[in-house]
């Protein structure tokens, strides 16, 4: 292996990666831009590397590397009652991980064009799943409500609030009121929030509340659906 090939197939899953990582990143989804181009250029690596040897055979090592992304896609997949999220995010790390086996295996071009498929699914058929995602019968979309609550302490309320607000601002969906109260303990404010998403997508909601747990002010952070 030459150091041009090596280079090629590493800047070719870097690119890749980082094409689909950017459509994830301005969508505020749990794996944006650097870890789809880590998981693209991980996968190039490692069928380069196997290369280099000659026991060994590239089409093995992509297997065991879309075997092992299925670890790393469970992590992003969370269950909430009887709604399970992050299942596109899965989905687009175990085809970046694709992209960078092809990139790795010397195809450029194909990882390219499929990193641009993969970069128009997640987008121009976004609106397509939108328009699909009614409740049967009746033509209208299904809106579900949501609550967010945080326990911080009273000093950084006015803080953590305006950090939470324009959270859910900047999402699809429609904030509705935001309000406080006593928390469990002295010197602590419970924060609540109600918010209404289009479908039964809670990737706001979940970012919003990620957001926001990073504050050292905050005691606990949490979300659910509102009856």
Same mark, same amino acid.
């Not at 069928?47 to 790393?72: K, M, N, T």
């Not at 991980?97 to 450029?108: E, F, H, K, R, S």
């Not at 970012?207 to 905050?218: D, G, L, N, Y």
């Given at each position: 292996?030459?150091?041009?090939?090596?280079?090629?197939?590493?800047?070719?899953?870097? *690119?890749?990666?980082?094409?689909?990582?950017?459509?994830?990143?301005?969508?505020?989804?749990?794996?944006? #831009?650097?870890?789809?181009? #880590? %998981?693209?250029?991980? !996968?190039?690596?490692? %069928? *380069?590397?196997?290369?280099?040897?000659?026991?060994? =055979?590239?089409?093995?090592?992509?297997?065991?590397?879309? =075997?092992?992304?299925?670890?790393?896609?469970?992590?992003?997949?969370?269950?909430?009652? @009887?709604?399970?999220?992050?299942?596109?995010?899965?989905?687009? #790390?175990?085809?970046?991980?694709?992209?960078?086996?092809?990139?790795?295996?010397?195809?450029?071009?194909?990882?390219?064009?499929?990193?641009?498929?993969?970069?128009?699914?997640?987008?121009? @058929?976004?609106?397509?799943?939108?328009?699909?995602? /009614?409740?049967?019968?009746?033509?209208?979309?299904?809106?579900?409500?949501? !609550?967010?609550?945080?326990?911080?302490?009273?000093?950084?309320?006015?803080?953590?609030?305006? @950090? *939470?607000?324009? =959270? *859910?601002?900047?999402?699809?969906?429609? #904030?509705?009121?935001?309000?406080? =109260?006593?928390?469990?303990?002295?010197?602590?404010? /419970?924060?609540?929030?109600?918010?209404?998403?289009?479908?039964?997508?809670?990737?706001? %909601?979940?970012?919003? %509340?990620?957001?926001?747990?990073?504050?050292?002010?905050?005691?606990?952070?949490?979300?659910?659906?509102?009856?």
């Amino acid at each position: 292996m030459t150091i041009v090939t090596f280079a090629t197939g590493v800047g070719t899953g870097m *690119l890749a990666g980082a094409l689909i990582g950017v459509e994830r990143q301005w969508r505020q989804r749990m794996a944006g #831009l650097r870890t789809n181009t #880590l %998981v693209a250029t991980g !996968a190039a690596l490692f %069928v *380069l590397l196997s290369g280099a040897f000659d026991d060994s =055979s590239p089409s093995r090592v992509a297997a065991q590397v879309v =075997s092992g992304i299925g670890f790393l896609g469970a992590g992003v997949i969370m269950r909430d009652g @009887l709604n399970v999220t992050g299942i596109n995010t899965a989905a687009t #790390l175990w085809c970046s991980a694709a992209v960078g086996c092809l990139a790795g295996a010397g195809l450029p071009l194909y990882a390219l064009a499929g990193a641009a498929a993969i970069v128009g699914v997640n987008t121009a @058929l976004r609106h397509l799943a939108h328009g699909l995602d /009614r409740q049967p019968g009746s033509g209208e979309e299904v809106s579900t409500p949501y !609550a967010v609550e945080a326990v911080v302490s009273a000093r950084d309320e006015a803080h953590v609030r305006t @950090l *939470l607000v324009q =959270s *859910l601002s900047g999402s699809a969906g429609r #904030l509705h009121a935001v309000d406080s =109260s006593g928390g469990p303990e002295d010197g602590q404010v /419970r924060i609540r929030a109600e918010i209404t998403a289009d479908g039964a997508d809670s990737t706001a %909601v979940e970012t919003a %509340v990620a957001r926001i747990s990073m504050e050292p002010a905050v005691a606990s952070a949490s979300w659910r659906h509102v009856a």
